[in-house]
C-alpha cells in the first residue's frame, strides 16, 4: 500500500491529467496468493499488495476498483482460473508467455512485487510478450485430451511390465497375442514353474490394463459428444492418414486456427522446425527447438510415421525426401506438410481435396 501523502499525490494527478483515469494492473500468481501492482499510464504507482487466490475475494477486489483498467498475468498451471475469474472485470486482460518473460524480467533482484512492477510496466507501455488463450471450453476438452494421453502412456507401461514378468520367470508366449483376451487367458492356464506371486501380478496387471483401455475410450467418446468439436473433427479426418486422436489432438491444442498467419507459424509451434541463429551475417541451424506444443509434435511425428501408408503425396515426399537424408529427415517433413494440410482445411472450413497439378500450355512448332 502507498502512504497516505503519496496516495493524495496520486489521485490528484488523475483529476489533472485524464489520461491517466486508465490504470495498468500488473498480476504475479501463485498457489495461495495473488501479488499485485496499481500503475498509472505515466508509470506513478496507485496502489500494490496482494490477495488471496479465491474466487470470492478476487472478485470482491475487482469490482471494488474505481477505474477502468487494464491487466496481465504470466501463464502458469494455476493461471486459468485466475484469468476466468477477473476478464469480467476488466477492459482488457492478457496472460504473459512465460519464456519471454523470463528474458525480459531478468535481474538480480526478485520478488513477487517487483514482478508484479514489471508485468504492469509492460502493459502499461504495450511491451507485454502476450500469448494466446483459449476459451473456457477448449481448455476444459483440452484436460480431457491430455488426461487420455496419461492413461494411454499408463497402459503401455502395464503391457511392458506384463511381459517382463513372462521374460523374468522365462515363460514362453507369443508377443504378437499377449494382449489378447482369450489368449492371456489361455496363457495362465498352460504356464507351469511360474511363482504364484507372478501369477498374481500377471492378473493384477491384465486387469489394471482393461481399465486403462475403457477409460480412454470413454473420454474419447466425451470428447467427441461435443457437437461442434465433432464436426470439425469430422472435417479434418477427410485428410488421408488423419485419424481420430490425430485430429483432436489439432483441434483442440490449436484452438483458433486463424491465429497462425501462415503454415510456417504452425509448423514452429508444433515443434517441427529448427532452431536459428543468425549473428553478423552469418546462420547456424540447430536442432529441433525445444519451445513447442510437446502433445502436438508427439502426435503428429507418430502420425506421419504411417502416414504414407495411407496419403499418396505423403508417400511420395516421404520418398523423395529419404532419397536426400535419413529416415528422421523423411519423417520430419511428412509431419511438416501434414499441418499444412491440417491448417488449410481448419481454415477453409471445407473438406480436404486434392489439387491437381496446373497444365503449362506448349508452344506449336512453327
Known amino acids: ?75 502458469t498451471l494455476f493461471s486459468g482460473w485466475i ?51 483459449a476459451p473456457p471450453r477448449i481448455r476444459e476438452l483440452r484436460r480431457l485430451l491430455r488426461y487420455r494421453s ?13 511381459a517382463g514378468l513372462l521374460m523374468e520367470t522365462g ?23 511360474v511363482p504364484q506371486s507372478v501369477m498374481d501380478l500377471l492378473r493384477l496387471s491384465r486387469g489394471a490394463l482393461e481399465m486403462f483401455e475403457s477409460t480412454q475410450k470413454r473420454l474419447v467418446r466425451e470428447l467427441l459428444a461435443d457437437p461442434e468439436l465433432a464436426e470439425r473433427v469430422e472435417r479434418l479426418m477427410t485428410i488421408p492418414a488423419v485419424g481420430e486422436i490425430t485430429a483432436l489432438t489439432w483441434a483442440l491444442e490449436v484452438g483458433d486456427p486463424h491465429r497462425f498467419r ?12 529448427t532452431a536459428l541463429k543468425s549473428s553478423a ?7 529441433i527447438s525445444k519451445q513447442r506444443n510437446r502433445w502436438l509434435q508427439t502426435t503428429l511425428i507418430e502420425a506421419a510415421k504411417l502416414a504414407p501408408r495411407w496419403n499418396p503425396q505423403l508417400a511420395a515426399l516421404h520418398a523423395r525426401e529419404l532419397q536426400r537424408g535419413h529416415r528422421n529427415r523423411a519423417t520430419l517433413a511428412a509431419a511438416r506438410k501434414l499441418v499444412a494440410y491440417l491448417l488449410a482445411v481448419d481454415k477453409s472450413g471445407q473438406p480436404f481435396q486434392v489439387r491437381a497439378p496446373l497444365e503449362v500450355p506448349t508452344q506449336k512448332a512453327a
Open 281 to 287: 551475417g552469418k546462420q547456424q541451424r540447430g536442432p
Open 83 to 133: 484469468y476466468d475469474t477477473l476478464k469480467p472485470y476488466s477492459e482488457q486482460l492478457e496472460m504473459a508467455h512465460p519464456a519471454k518473460m523470463k528474458a525480459i524480467s531478468a535481474g538480480k533482484k526478485k520478488s513477487d512485487t517487483i514482478d508484479a512492477r514489471t508485468i504492469a510496466d509492460l502493459v502499461r507501455c504495450n511491451l507485454l510478450p502476450a500469448c494466446y488463450v
Open 150 to 162: 496419461l492413461v494411454v502412456s499408463e497402459a503401455v507401461r502395464m503391457k511392458n511390465k506384463m
Open 262 to 273: 501462415s503454415s510456417s507459424d504452425a509448423m514452429s509451434y508444433c515443434g517441427l522446425t
Open 1 to 75: 500500500m502507498l502512504r497516505p501523502a503519496k496516495q493524495a499525490l496520486a489521485q490528484k494527478a488523475h483529476q489533472e491529467n485524464p489520461r491517466n483515469a486508465l490504470h495498468y494492473i500488473g498480476f504475479d500468481v501463485h498457489k495461495k496468493t495473488i501479488s499485485f501492482c496499481i500503475k498509472t499510464a505515466a508509470g506513478e504507482i496507485v496502489e500494490e499488495g496482494s490477495v488471496p487466490a479465491q474466487r470470492e475475494v478476487l472478485r470482491r477486489w475487482a469490482s471494488a476498483r474505481p477505474q477502468t483498467w487494464r491487466g496481465a498475468m504470466e501463464a
Open 171 to 193: 515363460a514362453l508366449y507369443v508377443k504378437e497375442k499377449l494382449h489378447r483376451k482369450k489368449y492371456f487367458a489361455s496363457l495362465l492356464e498352460e504356464l507351469e514353474e
